[in-house]
């Protein structure tokens, strides 16, 4: 039995997912955070041209630049998360928790261990996936599989 491609999917391309993207406030989210977290809302709203929306393109360029250390772990992280929240404002318990994961002072330590651990053969996105679940080493308060997969996938694009 031959099996084909439902209709509606031929308008999935490369270029069509590369293009898909959500809308974010960065003014809201600036509101929302303190200090440094405010300096990288102006770092990632500059990256993307003021736009008010990242797409999956945009993650993987900004993966990249983390990759070649053009761009730090913890803007990645963040524009995945703002990209994965239903219109890119909402997080479970609103852009607050964003800012208590932030707070957290080993996380760029945790997501760089995590990139590494992508990189790790065949194997390495299951690992990656394990560490970063409950009461995995790299796990993040506040931060379930529903968030994190998002960052595994922006990173683990790179090694493809």
């Known amino acids: 039995m031959k099996r084909t491609v439902p209709e509606f999917l031929n308008d999935y391309t490369e270029e069509c997912l590369m293009a898909q993207?959500?809308?974010?406030?960065?003014?809201?989210?600036?509101?929302?955070?303190t200090g440094s977290q405010e300096e990288m809302i102006d770092r990632l709203n500059d990256r993307f041209d003021n736009?008010?929306?990242?797409?999956?393109?945009?993650?993987?360029?900004?993966?990249?630049?983390?990759?070649?250390?053009q761009a730090c772990v913890i803007d990645l992280f963040t524009a995945c998360t703002i990209w994965g929240a239903p219109r890119g404002n909402r997080f479970r318990g609103g852009v607050k928790s964003v800012g208590?994961?932030?707070?957290?002072?080993?996380?760029?330590?945790?997501?760089?261990?995590?990139?590494?651990?992508?990189?790790?053969?065949?194997?390495?996105p299951n690992r990656a996936f394990v560490e970063?679940?409950?009461?995995?080493?790299?796990?993040?308060?506040?931060?379930?599989?529903?968030?994190?997969?998002?960052?595994?996938?922006?990173?683990?694009?790179?090694?493809?």
């Open 100 to 124: 208590d994961i932030l707070t957290d002072q080993t996380l760029e330590e945790k997501l760089n261990r995590t990139l590494e651990t992508l990189d790790d053969g065949e194997r390495g």
């Open 21 to 33: 993207s959500t809308t974010w406030d960065a003014g809201k989210w600036k509101r929302a955070l």
């Open 51 to 69: 736009s008010n929306a990242i797409t999956r393109q945009d993650l993987f360029l900004l993966s990249s630049d983390v990759r070649y250390g």
């Open 132 to 160: 970063f679940s409950k009461g995995g080493g790299n796990q993040i308060a506040y931060l379930g599989p529903s968030f994190f997969t998002k960052f595994l996938y922006c990173g683990l694009r790179q090694t493809l």
